[in-house]
């Protein structure tokens, strides 16, 4: 680009709106011509703003034992012979309107695993940061402590402790804190993912001129861990951040199913496809099979989305 | 190398230690021994007695030391729930989940490599777009789901397969039957192992596809074609060779995940294997059982990781160097 060029864009930037610029900035101008990412964000969008305004939309609330009926139970979905117009997906074991425990669930399930995702980064993120940018004896304990950490997959060491605490607590006392336990485990146990991405671009921009001069400058440390080269490691992050999400919801979903997550008085989408498996047999499909597609439709559109950040972004994923 | 295996085997002793800590600090908190060993009808004087002759009143180290000696000549307590030696009721258990990770490590290794390999080589078929539109769903659908769906529409709908149990086995030797002697055995294997593999088969397809994809950018495979060789040598001989080393790290970490799945497979099909024994473990809390699982998980963890980093450290002489540095 010339320097007439080049002065003619920054013109054109600083007259245009704030929203056009958005509009045309690359990763806009890429999401506008990917099919697949437009359909997925939307779905994504519909089942986050659907399950985040139960309380409104629900014709019912599955939380509350009043409005529960056992003699409900069991109704099949609309278009099946046998159903009731008041259920239109039916009721499940417990007589509760699965439309409005899918979308209670399906807000637990999100919460969950944005919670953990955040405890992840923020854990991942801040371990990294130190580790790549303190280097030498401290990096070397920190990055040995995160291989062991992965050595150990999540799911099992997620398994173990809820088991043992559950044991330890009771099932009473374990249902009323699962929420806590459940971002708490999903969260501590996933932190390296994010700390080795951090580490290997700290590397990278730790040699850069503007670390030098920002050092130069008489700034501390922790500013410039901080200020100067988190910003700049942020698309890798991003790009991690989508898969976590869609792994934390499958974790929980999966521990939730073992009887080790979320109870039956307050399903998740896990809770309530394992409530439903007992059915299964005898013909009530609808109580599993519906979450289940809920589930697997949530974390599809996720893991699309992340694949085509990916490409996007298309930073250099430190691999191994 | 020979500083770096040292290395290694300490390092896998002391993640050993610290699980073993672990199991012994729940086998102090969790449960009483006593009330297993004789009931609630005891007087407060024979349990206080009965107290010191377990040694259950000794120092905190002395304790644990002596757990650790047993435990490393094998003896990780009785199950309070089957009345026998723990690590003897893991061991007859073992056999039918290693039978089911063989089966879908068969599965995933048998098509994860061809079909890994043919997405990278013709990325733009419509075959490999189908293969990559099933494996990102394969991703998405947790494990139980798939075993779930699976009864539902083989077994309740269909009636093609069993759902639960091994069916029929043939003994082996030992603690070991065998489900692939039979075709009963096979009915009932085929569905579980599916499920087991269904979310890791498309991970590797995906990663395979990924290194594949960047070794056949790489100078050599380039060289290697304007040299001649056959088309097929350069993917299977040269390509593939350095596509592996990533897979091989990647393999190791996912071994605990497998474990994981075990547990989740096994439930959702009653298959009797140690994952599902676990469980009931829990449910019951068998304490002795609880921390025998743990300890042989927390076992065949370390030595499956420490193997695949040496294997890596002998394939890859570059890494060799660094992680010997380090």
């Not at chain 1, 997620?158 to 043992?164: C, V």
């Not at chain 2, 779930?148 to 086995?169: H, K, Q």
């Not at chain 2, 790290?249 to 009653?270: C, D, H, K, P, R």
């Amino acid at each position: 680009m010339t320097d007439q060029s080049v002065e003619n864009t920054v013109l054109q930037a600083r007259h245009a709106p704030r929203l056009r610029a958005f509009w045309d900035s690359n990763i806009i101008y890429a999401f506008r011509h990917n099919p697949v990412a437009i359909v997925s964000f939307t779905v994504f969008a519909v089942i986050a703003v659907l399950s985040f305004c139960a309380p409104l939309i629900a014709p019912y609330d599955p939380y509350d034992p009043a409005q529960i009926d056992i003699m409900n139970s069991e109704y099949p979905p609309a278009w099946v012979n046998g159903s009731l117009p008041e259920f239109w997906l039916g009721t499940d074991d417990q007589g509760r309107d699965l439309w409005s425990t899918i979308l209670y669930g399906t807000r637990l399930s999100i919460i969950i695993g944005l919670c953990a995702v955040v405890v992840q980064a923020v854990l991942g993120i801040t371990i990294g940061l130190l580790s790549g940018y303190v280097g030498g004896r401290t990096d070397s304990i920190l990055m040995r402590l995160a291989d062991i950490q992965l050595s150990f997959s999540t799911l099992m060491v997620a398994i173990i402790f809820l088991a043992l605490t559950q044991a330890l607590f009771g099932s009473e006392v374990f249902g009323q804190y699962a929420v806590v336990f459940l971002i708490a485990v999903i969260g501590v146990a996933e932190w390296p993912q994010y700390a080795r991405t951090v580490r290997a671009t700290v590397l990278a921009e730790k040699k850069k001129e503007y670390v030098d001069s920002a050092r130069v400058l008489g700034f501390g440390p922790v500013r410039i861990m901080a200020r100067h080269i988190l910003p700049n490691s942020l698309s890798p992050i991003f790009v991690i951040s989508t898969v976590q999400v869609a792994n934390a919801i499958i974790s929980e979903a999966s521990l939730s199913f073992l009887g080790l997550g979320m109870p039956p008085s307050q399903p998740s989408l896990g809770s309530l496809i394992s409530a439903g498996f007992d059915y299964i047999l005898s013909g009530s499909w609808w109580i599993t099979v519906i979450p289940g597609v809920v589930l697997v439709v949530l974390v599809l559109v996720i893991n699309l989305l992340g694949d085509w950040i990916r490409d996007v972004l298309n930073p250099k994923l430190y691999k191994g | 190398m020979f500083a770096y295996l040292v290395k290694r085997v300490l390092q896998a002793i002391a993640v050993m230690l610290a699980i073993s800590l672990i199991g012994f600090a729940i086998q102090g908190n969790l449960g009483d021994p006593l009330r297993e060993l004789v009931g609630q009808s005891v007087s407060e004087e024979t349990r206080q007695q009965l107290r010191e002759q377990l040694g259950l009143n000794d120092p905190f180290l002395v304790q644990y030391t002596r757990f650790l000696g047993n435990a490393l000549q094998g003896d990780l307590g009785t199950s309070y729930f089957f009345k026998e030696p723990a690590l003897d009721v893991i061991l007859k258990k073992l056999p039918a989940t290693l039978e089911l990770v063989f089966g879908a490590t068969l599965l995933i290794v048998g098509l994860s490599v061809p079909l890994g390999v043919f997405t990278a080589i013709r990325p733009n078929a419509i075959l490999s777009r189908i293969i990559m539109a099933v494996s990102i769903v394969g991703i998405s659908i947790p494990v139980f789901l798939t075993a779930i769906l699976m009864i539902y529409l083989f077994s309740v709908e269909l009636g093609w397969a069993p759902s639960f149990g091994r069916g029929e086995t043939v003994h082996v030797i030992g603690y070991w039957d065998t489900n692939f002697l039979t075709a009963d055995g096979w009915a009932h294997i085929v569905m579980p192992s599916i499920a087991l593999s269904s979310i890791m088969l498309p991970m590797f397809i995906r990663l395979i596809r990924a290194e594949m994809l960047e070794v056949l950018q790489s100078e050599y495979v380039r060289f290697a074609k304007a040299k001649g060789i056959a088309p097929w040598r350069i993917y299977f001989v040269h390509a593939l060779k350095n596509t592996l080393l990533p897979v091989i790290t990647v393999g190791g970490v996912q071994i605990g995940t497998m474990v994981a799945y075990t547990i989740l497979t096994e439930t959702v099909f009653s298959w009797p294997g140690m994952g599902a024994m676990f469980l009931e473990a829990v449910n019951r809390v068998d304490t002795p059982l609880i921390v025998a699982y743990l300890i042989v998980v927390g076992f065949i963890f370390v030595v499956t990781n420490t193997i695949v980093d040496l294997i890596y450290g002998l394939a890859n002489p570059t890494v060799k160097l660094a992680r010997m540095g380090a």
